[in-house]
C-alpha cells in the first residue's frame, strides 16, 4: 500500500530565512515522489519529482527535496523564503503498479512572515 | 500549449441532482485522472481513463462514473449529488505510463 504523512499541518517562516516542509511515505514498491504548490484559487503546479535517479533533487523556485529510502523520507528545502511562497504544499507518492495513481498528504500550509 | 483546462470553473447544484464536468488535457496527452479535494484536504484519487477505458478506479460509489473522448478530452458525472460531494474536483492529465502528471485549475462544485 501507498500512503504520505505530512509531518507539519503548518509552517510559519520569517522572509529570508529556510523552509522545511517534511513528508514521509510508505510504499511496497519503488516510489516516485512529488511535490505539488497550491496556490489560493489555482491548481496543482509541480515543484519537483523524484523518479529513482539522483536523491537530491532541484526543482522550480529555489526547492530541493532528498529522497532518503532508509528514514523513507523526501523533505522539502529552501534556503530563503520569498513572500510568493506562501501557499498548500503536497507530497504526493505513486507507483508503476498502482498505474501512476497518485496518493496525496494532507497538506501543509505555509505562512511566510514579512 | 492552452495546458489542462476545465469547465465550469464554479458550479452550484442541488442535492440529488446530477453534474457534469469537463476536461481538456494538455496537448499530446492520451491519460486523464479526476481527483476529488475536500476543504482543508489532500486531493483524493477518482478514477483514471487510457483510450476511452476506465483504466483504473478510487474507492468511490458508482455514482461518480466518467467518459473518455476519442480527442482524449473526459467528462466526470456524478449521479443523485450529496452535500458531501461539496469540493473541488481536479483533472490531470498525463502521457501513457509517464510518472508525471499536470493539472487543472478545478472546478468548484457546491451542493446546497
Known amino acids: 500500500a501507498q500512503s504520505v504523512t505530512q509531518l507539519d499541518s503548518h509552517v510559519s517562516v520569517s522572509e529570508g530565512t529556510p523552509v522545511l516542509l517534511r513528508c514521509n511515505y510508505s510504499s511496497s514498491y519503488s516510489p516516485s515522489l512529488f511535490w505539488y504548490v497550491q496556490h489560493p484559487n489555482t491548481g496543482l503546479q509541480l515543484l519537483l519529482k523524484y523518479t529513482s535517479a539522483a536523491t537530491l533533487v532541484k526543482g522550480i523556485n529555489g526547492f530541493e527535496a532528498e529522497f532518503k529510502k532508509s528514514e523513507t523520507s523526501f523533505h522539502l528545502t529552501k534556503p530563503s523564503a520569498h513572500m510568493s511562497d506562501a501557499a498548500e504544499y503536497f507530497c504526493?507518492?505513486?507507483?508503476?503498479?498502482?498505474?501512476?495513481?497518485?496518493?496525496f498528504g494532507t497538506g501543509t500550509s505555509l505562512t511566510v512572515i514579512p | 500549449d492552452a495546458g489542462v483546462t476545465q469547465s465550469p470553473t464554479h458550479l452550484i447544484k442541488t442535492r440529488g441532482q446530477q453534474v457534469t464536468l469537463r476536461c481538456s488535457p494538455k496537448?499530446?496527452?492520451?491519460?486523464v485522472s479526476w481527483y476529488q479535494q475536500a476543504l482543508g484536504q489532500g486531493p483524493q484519487f477518482i478514477f483514471q481513463y487510457y483510450e476511452e477505458e476506465e483504466r483504473q478506479r478510487g474507492n468511490f460509489p458508482d455514482r461518480f462514473s466518467g467518459h473518455q473522448f476519442p480527442n482524449y478530452s473526459s467528462e466526470l458525472n456524478v449521479n443523485a449529488l450529496l452535500l458531501g460531494d461539496s469540493a473541488l474536483y481536479l483533472c490531470?492529465?498525463?502521457?501513457?505510463?509517464?510518472?508525471?502528471?499536470?493539472f487543472g485549475q478545478g472546478t468548484r462544485l457546491t451542493v446546497v
Open positions: 504526493v507518492v505513486s507507483t508503476s503498479n498502482t498505474g501512476n495513481q497518485f496518493y
Open positions: 490531470a492529465s498525463s502521457l501513457g505510463g509517464a510518472t508525471e502528471a499536470f
Open positions: 496537448s499530446g496527452h492520451d491519460t
